[in-house]
């Protein structure tokens, strides 16, 4: 399907410049949109920009590609660029990268043209240490595994079970498919860890019924880890 006009690299370009972001940019990008990567490039260097794409690990397969919870590519220029551009729809990618870089990420819907300003990384990871600090005391854990292909951590959430026990607490793993809120109701547990995709404890955690961590958090919680900097929850 072709994409619609607002998505031609000189009219990205031209909302890039006068928006006034850096000039050091690092771009990122959802796999349908990384066609435009080389194009914007070219687009914006006669602006003075210098648009870098990371080669991430073996999980991406292409340069500069944004995947679920995985941003290493974003990671492997950090110390070359000044702020991170990603291009795609939706805020769930953003939002993941902007967890993982200390640097501001602005996010431009390739189809609308709508550039949305630097996420707050500091609220978010603000928001996510006030709730890691509320179960610091939390007696009996539910470790959530999913059983999806590409997303089944059981030998993590085994690892996650043994830390847990030898710092004296009750730990059980939950196998699921595709997880429902629902799910959790009801049941003698004070807080979970969740070794699925992020997106459950860091989008979706207003929706259970307790608390939802990710692993890096779990082990800020039980004192394996300082509370800073933080570490994002990404898949190697």
Sequence with gaps: MRRPDSADPERLALI????GLPLRLGLVAS????DLIPQLQHALASGGYTLLVGEGDRRLAHPGQALGCNYTGAEAIRSQ????????TGRFHPLGLAYTVDAPVWSLDPLSG???????????????LLT???VRDARRWGILVSSFAGQDRSPMAEALRR??????????????????PRDLEGRDIDAYVNTACPRIALDD????PKPVLTPPEFLVAIGER??????FDTYH
């Design 31 to 34: 796999v349908q949109h990384l």
């Design 226 to 231: 300082p509370m800073t900097p933080y570490l």
């Design 114 to 128: 709508e550039l949305e300003p630097p996420i707050d990384r500091e609220k978010l990871i603000a928001k996510r």
């Design 205 to 208: 955690s207003d929706l259970y």
């Design 163 to 180: 830390k847990a026990e030898a710092h004296g607490r009750e730990a059980e793993v939950l196998v699921f498919g595709r997880l429902d």
């Design 81 to 88: 660029v000044d702020a991170y551009l990603f291009l795609g």
């Design 132 to 134: 890691v600090a509320q």
């Design 16 to 19: 890039v410049r006068e928006a």
